[in-house]
Each structure stands twice: as structure tokens, then as C-alpha cells.
């Protein structure tokens, strides 16, 4: 059976979450940079200290810092959302979570960068949900070399965006790309980028993967 106390634990987790994206939104408005290392600030707390944190015990005891690049503006971008033309889906199997359904939403073009795919999740409390995969993934102090998060709203980790009939903008800012629970603590089920959220260019910004501080 679930823990209950566990369960509580996750839902103040995601409350937290909700809070600090809610608060960087804001401020990213006319400081991204400072609403950066607010993020940052927030994130290392709840990594060192909450019940929920995906960081193994071990790992918990010499921790100081999650590695993040410097902030870095010329990679935030404010995006048009490109429509899917016909019905694509995406099932993912995950070890806890059973096969979870994606429906694609449509596509954005990222500068200097490529195409990424924009999902819809298609199941109870939908949310939108954009992994990145990039050139530095998998290499020694690059990237986690499953991908990495932008955007998931069912969880909180959300930048903004306009719609209107359907269409609209996103926030994407690669400094605020993270890791996946999955690439801390192997219990957990993490969705990961397919082929049309891998970038051929390095992402120099955002969360690292590596030696924890």
C-alpha cells in the first residue's frame, strides 16, 4: 500500500513547485536573470531538505548544490506555437506509471537551434510537456543523457505562454531546463525526449549532470 505520509509528502513537494514557478514568472518579466537564481536558491533547498527530495540518502549528506549553468539571456525565447496538421500520439511505458499517453499539440522553432516537439498529456489533468535532449547529453559534465525538462505544467514547471483559439506563445528559457527525478533516484517513472525533442547543437545552459555539489 502507499505510504499516505509519502503521498503528503509528494503533494507539498508539488505545492512548493507550483509556488516557486509562479513567483519566477513574475519576476522573469523584467529580471529572468535574478528570477534564475531565485529558481536556483529554491531548488537547492528542496533537494537538501524536503521529505520528497529524489536524491538518494547517500547523496543527501555532502550535498551544498545542484549544478546549474550561468544564466545566460540568449537563450530565452518566447515562441509561436505551430499547430500539428494531423493526429499524432506517443505512448511512453514507465516502471511505475504504466504507459503514459501523449498527444502532440504542435512544434516550436528555437533559434540557432531546431524544431521541438510540444506534447499534450493525455490523461487525467493534461498539461503540457516539452523534454529537450541536447548535443552535450550523456557526455562527462555535459547533460543527463536521457533529456531534460522545459516545460511540464502538470507539475508546476511552467514559464508562461499566450493562447488564443488555439494558437498562441510559449516561454522557453533553456537556463530553466532541469533533470528528470529519474536521473537522481531510479524508483522514479520520468518520461524522457523522443526523437522530436533531441537538438543536433550543444545547450550550454540550465541543469548539468555530474557530481552534485
Not at 32 to 50: C, E, G, Q
Not at 91 to 98: A, H, L, R
Not at 189 to 208: F, K, S, T
Amino acid at each position: 500500500m502507499t505510504d499516505p505520509l509519502t503521498a503528503l509528502d509528494v503533494a507539498d513537494w508539488r505545492r512548493r513547485v507550483f509556488g516557486l514557478y509562479a513567483g519566477v514568472r513574475q519576476l522573469a518579466t523584467t529580471d529572468p536573470a535574478a528570477a534564475h537564481a531565485v529558481w536556483i536558491a529554491a531548488r537547492d533547498d528542496l533537494f537538501a531538505a524536503h521529505p520528497a527530495s529524489p536524491l538518494l540518502p547517500e547523496d543527501r549528506a555532502g550535498f551544498t548544490g545542484l549544478p546549474v549553468a550561468p544564466y545566460d539571456p540568449a537563450w530565452r525565447f518566447e515562441l509561436d506555437l505551430i499547430p500539428a496538421t494531423s493526429e499524432v500520439r506517443m505512448e511512453v511505458p514507465t516502471g511505475t506509471d504504466g504507459v503514459v499517453p501523449f498527444e502532440l499539440l504542435g512544434t516550436v522553432r528555437v533559434p540557432f537551434a531546431g524544431p521541438l516537439d510540444v506534447w499534450r498529456l493525455a490523461s487525467y489533468a493534461g498539461g503540457i510537456f516539452i523534454p529537450v535532449k541536447d548535443a552535450l547529453a550523456g557526455r562527462p559534465g555535459g547533460t543527463y543523457g536521457g533529456g531534460r525538462y522545459l516545460i511540464d505544467t502538470v507539475k508546476g514547471a511552467d514559464l508562461g505562454s499566450t493562447a488564443s483559439d488555439g494558437t498562441g506563445s510559449l516561454v522557453l528559457d533553456f537556463n530553466f531546463a532541469y533533470n528528470p527525478s529519474c536521473a537522481y533516484d531510479p524508483a522514479w517513472a520520468c518520461p524522457l525526449a523522443q526523437a522530436g525533442n533531441i537538438l543536433p547543437v550543444e545547450v550550454p545552459v540550465g541543469e548539468r549532470y555530474g557530481d552534485i555539489r
